[in-house]
């Protein structure tokens, strides 16, 4: 089974602090995304990318970067954080274009509080 | 502009009964549909998915119906278990980054 592994469960950070989210997968997925998950508002995609140092900016890029550079590695970058950005953080994997019949495989998030 | 539409964000639903959450979308290019269930502080899983060739996916307690020429589709369980108690996501592809629903929150009440 496909392993999607996020680093941390559980994070508090102060406003204005640059926070790293990591997420690791262990099958060589080429395709990797970012979604944060707030009620009412679904699954979000922030961010993604098909290929090492390759990105492409989801629906709500703004306030985030990213960077691939491992396969197997794509972390989240929040640049500046603010109390807005406060959400569960969902890192998932696909291994080609094809999508198969279950779709991604989801990391178990990450909480972050920005304080 | 919602591509993928869950109307309904909670339900509750008595033990035993059957629970049926619905999902709408608007682009007549997905042909392929999928639900994952996820519980607080982990990441969705997997649950069924549905081809637009099928109207209907089984799996065990777990149905998936799709109405293609009104854009809908519906998850129905039965008998429903206080585990199913989860939020409830519909996405739709193509295209890849799939294209997720805002989710609906299920409680099975004992």
């Known amino acids: 089974d496909v392993k999607v592994t996020q680093s941390s469960r559980y994070l508090v950070k102060r406003t204005g602090e640059k926070v790293f989210l990591e997420c690791v997968q262990d099958?060589?997925?080429?395709?990797m995304f970012w979604y944060r998950q707030d009620p009412g508002l679904g699954l979000r995609l922030i961010y993604f990318?098909?290929?090492?140092?390759?990105?492409e900016k989801g629906d709500i890029p703004e306030g985030y970067s990213v960077s691939r550079e491992k396969k197997e590695r794509f972390s989240l970058i929040l640049e500046s954080a603010s109390t807005n950005q406060t959400s569960m953080y969902l890192c998932?994997?696909?291994?080609?274009?094809?999508?198969?019949?279950?779709?991604?495989?989801f990391g178990s998030g990450t909480r972050l509080t920005v304080v | 502009d919602q591509q993928v539409k869950q109307n309904s964000p909670s339900l509750s639903v008595q033990e035993g009964r059957i629970s049926i959450l619905n999902c709408d979308y608007t682009?007549?290019?997905?042909?392929?549909f999928l639900w994952y269930k996820k519980y607080p502080a982990e990441g969705p899983t997997f649950l069924i998915s549905i081809s637009s060739i099928k109207d209907k996916n089984e799996d065990g307690r777990f149905t998936v119906f799709l109405n293609k020429s009104a854009k809908h589709l519906s998850l129905h369980i039965v008998p429903s278990q206080p585990g199913d108690s989860a939020v409830y996501f519909c996405?739709?592809?193509?295209?890849?980054?799939?294209?997720f629903g805002k989710g609906t929150r299920l409680s099975v009440i004992a």
């Open positions: 996405a739709a592809s193509p295209p890849t980054p799939l294209v």
């Open positions: 099958m060589d997925h080429e395709n």
């Open positions: 682009n007549s290019m997905f042909d392929y």
């Open positions: 990318s098909y290929d090492v140092k390759m990105k």
């Open positions: 998932a994997s696909l291994l080609g274009s094809a999508l198969p019949d279950y779709g991604y495989t």
